[in-house]
């Protein structure tokens, strides 16, 4: 077992404006036990100035050219030495305790990875009063991911994962970009215990006009990538997982048929909803089935304030 518990990967690309914030929150985390792995992506902006204040209070790594987020993030796990990967986009910030929540948890559960919960901000990052700071951790734990009753909302800068269980999923999948927290999570969706976090929030998810979210088009597609996967068995658990996984699958292109159709993109809404129509079924049958039998009742954790 390492030494130490967290690794923060933070990668960035052409994140002049909001990457000082990253690293900042990171390093403010008063978890003992961390260290910062920042990824400069090839950036063709002020982001390498910006790194280079940091000095040695950050492992720092650059790759020549820009080879994509999966790449860096990547690149960033392969330095770690943490038993724990806390990932971090580059333009989104760590809460002042999210490191402490994600610690309790993992003393208490030992889970092989954590979805943490975050909260949108436009602009600058909201300042938190120390009486606002959270009492209690409250969570679900299942046995893994597939076993999920309840709907969530995460991305990658919510994610700790185990990082020997990181590895033995294959990592950040090179060449999906847009779905690939989605392909990850599917991934690891049998790799054993799983914690979802409902509050308090862990990150804030920073939102511009170049979030990555903000285009619709490419998402769609990123699902067919995903459900060509799924057709080809590249995903685990085989046929005794089918119907959980492709309730999860269900969820997946019910969402997004529906942001096609509010954007415009009939034709594209269309051929998901074709793609997958049953999936969808599968996941109404199984949330309804979470209504009627109820789902994993909600956990708590106390959080000592200073």
């Known amino acids: 077992m390492s030494d130490l518990l967290f690794s923060i990967v933070i990668a960035c690309y052409n994140q002049e404006g909001f990457v000082r914030e990253a690293v900042e929150s990171a390093l403010f985390q008063e978890h003992p036990s961390k260290e910062i792995i920042v990824v400069d992506d090839g950036s063709r902006d002020g982001t390498a100035d910006v790194l280079n204040t940091f000095g040695e209070s950050i492992i720092l790594a650059r790759l020549p050219i820009n080879r994509g987020a999966a790449a860096a993030r990547n690149r960033g796990a392969s330095l770690a030495s943490g038993e724990y990967l806390v990932f971090l986009d580059g333009d989104d910030v760590l809460m002042s305790r999210a490191l402490e929540v994600y610690g309790r948890l993992i003393t208490a559960r030992c889970p092989k990875f954590?979805?943490?919960?975050?909260?949108?901000?436009?602009?600058?990052?909201?300042?938190?009063?120390?009486?606002?700071?959270?009492?209690?951790?409250?969570?679900?734990?299942?046995?893994?991911?597939?076993?999920?009753?309840?709907?969530?909302?995460?991305?990658?800068?919510t994610l700790v994962v185990d990082r020997s269980t990181f590895w033995s999923a294959g990592g950040w999948s090179p060449g999906i970009f847009y779905q690939d927290i989605q392909d990850l999570v599917t991934k690891l969706g049998v790799s054993g215990k799983m914690i979802l976090v409902l509050a308090p929030d862990t990150v804030w998810y920073r939102m511009h006009?170049?979030?990555?979210?903000?285009?619709?088009?490419?998402?769609?597609?990123?699902?067919?990538?995903?459900?060509?996967?799924?057709?080809?068995g590249l995903y685990p658990g085989g046929r005794e997982r089918w119907v959980e996984r492709s309730a999860w699958f269900g969820g997946l292109i019910f969402y997004w048929t529906k942001t096609a159709m509010r954007a415009g993109l009939y034709r594209d809404g269309f051929i998901l909803l074709a793609s997958g129509w049953w999936m969808i079924l599968f996941a109404v049958i199984r949330r309804g089935t979470a209504w009627l039998v109820g789902r994993k009742p909600i956990e708590i954790l106390p959080l000592e304030h200073d």
């Open 114 to 157: 954590i979805l943490g919960r975050s909260a949108k901000c436009h602009g600058k990052v909201p300042e938190v009063k120390t009486a606002d700071l959270p009492c209690d951790i409250q969570f679900v734990e299942y046995a893994n991911f597939f076993a999920k009753d309840r709907p969530c909302v995460f991305n990658t800068s």
């Open 209 to 232: 006009l170049t979030n990555a979210v903000n285009k619709v088009s490419p998402f769609i597609e990123g699902i067919h990538v995903l459900l060509a996967k799924a057709r080809a």
